[in-house]
């Protein structure tokens, strides 16, 4: 039997990294390949971001923010053969992709009412294990106990370079401003007080920098299926 076939019980798989290392789509393909749930759970800073604009909602107000995602209505639904994010029965899986909603997101999730109320809602979404959690901090805050935590990273250029060619005519941003926003993100998510993007010490580390994302796939289930084959 070819490892991709065997039956494996259902774990906890947290993936970890900065923007544009390739989670999104390593995450997707892996959970797929293993019959798992896949969980993006930059969506949900994602969608806090789009609410607070969309309700005029002052992000520097603690209080505002505290009432805003403690009230969130989030659920992530099957359609299509892809997974969408809905927000109180609104379907805003493209509307929270936009370079000013990826800032916004950056920043609200630095603030302690935003991740404590997420905390929560991702902790309920996991208990059901035999997913794939994908995020900044799912192996060493939300699940520290996930059977198989990965870290995937990147050099800065080729993680920009990647967003660019994703974000194509529509994004109308220059190289430069992808790259710039991208440091400037990697700053926020990882030098927060609370949650900080850094790799678990348990966490099997990947530079996907030189790979393609059917051989980071490879990579990870390999991992997989050694521990848990
Ligand atoms: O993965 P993403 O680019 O969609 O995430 C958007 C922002 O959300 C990111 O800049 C940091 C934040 N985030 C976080 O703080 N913790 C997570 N588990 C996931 C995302």
Request: aromatic share 6%; net charge neutral.
């Amino acid at each position: 039997m070819s490892s991709r076939n065997k039956r494996i019980p259902p774990l906890l798989i947290t993936v970890d990294g900065p923007a544009g290392a390739g989670k999104t789509t390593v995450s997707r393909s892996l959970a797929a390949r293993l019959g798992f749930l896949y969980v993006d759970t930059g969506a949900l800073y994602r969608a806090v971001a789009f609410e607070a604009v969309s309700r005029g909602v002052d992000t520097e107000k603690d209080d505002e923010l505290d009432r805003l995602a403690s009230g969130m209505d989030l659920a992530f639904v099957h359609k299509d053969g892809g997974v969408r994010l809905l927000s109180g029965g609104k379907d805003i899986s493209d509307a929270i992709r936009t370079p000013r909603i990826t800032m916004l997101a950056s920043a609200v999730s630095a603030r302690p009412p935003v991740r404590r109320a997420l905390l929560d809602v991702q902790k309920r979404m996991g208990a059901e294990k035999a997913a794939v959690f994908e995020g900044r901090d799912m192996g060493t805050v939300v699940f520290p106990d996930a059977d198989v935590k990965f870290f995937l990273t990147a050099g800065l250029a080729a993680r920009a370079r990647r967003r660019f060619i994703e974000y194509g005519d529509a994004g109308n941003q220059r190289f430069e401003d992808v790259l710039n926003d991208m440091k400037r993100r990697d700053e926020n998510d990882s030098n927060r007080a609370l949650a900080p993007l850094c790799a678990a010490p348990d966490a099997i580390i990947i530079d996907s920098t030189d790979m393609n994302p059917e051989a980071v796939t490879d990579a990870m289930a390999a991992h997989v299926y050694s521990r848990h084959g």
